[in-house]
């Protein structure tokens, strides 16, 4: 990672909210960098979809891992990497906590569903590992991890599976006692109200991540009200990207020209921009 950038635990140390954005490569952790987020949210959604393939653990840790690297080496924020269930049992836990390590990342957020999971929001079984099993899984990443650094976000999908408010704290809060470093409740609820009710019941022991994808009229501002460390826009540039990308080529098509678009994208300037140019020509200076 370039020199100079901050862990993950000491841009949430500092006390304000955390605002991260969905990215699968590095140009577009670069462009929520540029925007002004302070952590980029290497999405497995985002980058299963990237290959057109399920965010159902098709991919391997390695696939996956290699992308946040990615990330991770072209911007001065931090990743904060989606590893899903930990790509296995306890011992694929570790491996993947020393892997991603290596790899210079320094936060990383598990969650308690059964291997192989599915994402949040398919029409499918989100089935949870029992609680004293994830929580193995939470002490196991802790022994493994080199630095003291190095921090784990453990995510709760009881709200996903359909379970209470009351399940979820008592799933969260067992997550905390293992030693998690902060805890992410997730919801596919079009309403924050399961939020709400759930913030209002924790104790701030943790810091609290959430994900608004399902209830976007919820603000940062108001996520900060109650009581919020990070609020993670898990998957808008990829949809951005894809909305973008589909009528910019529609249009070319139809036209046989690319210049009725020219004004709408980023001029190849840009792009040399973004690929640092420069600083690469100065290399052979
Ligand atoms: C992701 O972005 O991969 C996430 C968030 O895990 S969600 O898609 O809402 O499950
Ligand atoms: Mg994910």
Redesign the pocket.
């Known amino acids: 990672m370039p020199t100079g950038t901050p862990s993950f635990r000491t841009v949430i140390n500092r006390g304000e909210l955390v605002r991260a954005a969905?990215a699968h490569d590095a140009l577009g952790a670069t462009l929520a960098e540029q925007a002004g987020f302070q952590a980029v949210?290497s999405?497995?959604?985002?980058i299963s979809a990237s290959r057109c393939l399920p965010?159902a653990s098709v991919l391997t840790m390695t696939e996956y891992l290699a992308a946040a690297a990615n990330m991770q080496r072209a911007i001065s924020i931090p990743v904060v990497a989606?590893v899903?269930t930990g790509y296995g049992n306890n011992l694929n836990v570790a491996h993947m906590v020393r892997e991603y390590e290596a790899a210079g990342i320094t936060a990383v957020a598990m969650?308690d569903k059964l291997y192989p999971k599915v994402?949040?929001?398919a029409a499918t079984s989100h089935a949870l590992l029992p609680v004293d099993e994830f929580v193995r899984k939470i002490h196991t990443a802790k022994n493994a991890q080199a630095d003291d650094e190095f921090y784990l976000i453990a995510r709760s999908e009881a709200l996903i599976n359909g379970e209470s408010v009351e399940e979820a704290l008592k799933r969260c809060n067992a997550y905390a006692d293992a030693g998690a470093d902060a805890i992410l409740i997730?919801s596919k609820s079009k309403s924050e109200n399961e939020i709400t009710e759930f913030l209002g019941q924790w104790d701030g022991r943790m810091p609290v991540v959430v994900?608004p994808?399902t209830y976007p009229h919820w603000s940062a501002h108001e996520a900060r009200k109650h009581g919020v460390s990070v609020v993670?826009y898990?998957?808008q540039g990829l949809r951005a990207t894809i909305e973008a990308v589909r009528s910019t080529f529609k249009t070319i098509y139809a036209e046989g020209t690319s210049l009725s678009v020219e004004d709408s994208i980023a001029p190849v300037s840009e792009v040399f921009s973004l690929q640092k140019l420069d600083e690469w020509l100065g290399l052979e200076a």
């Open positions: 969905g949210w999405s497995s959604f985002e965010d989606d899903d969650e994402n949040s929001f997730h994900v994808t993670i898990a998957n």
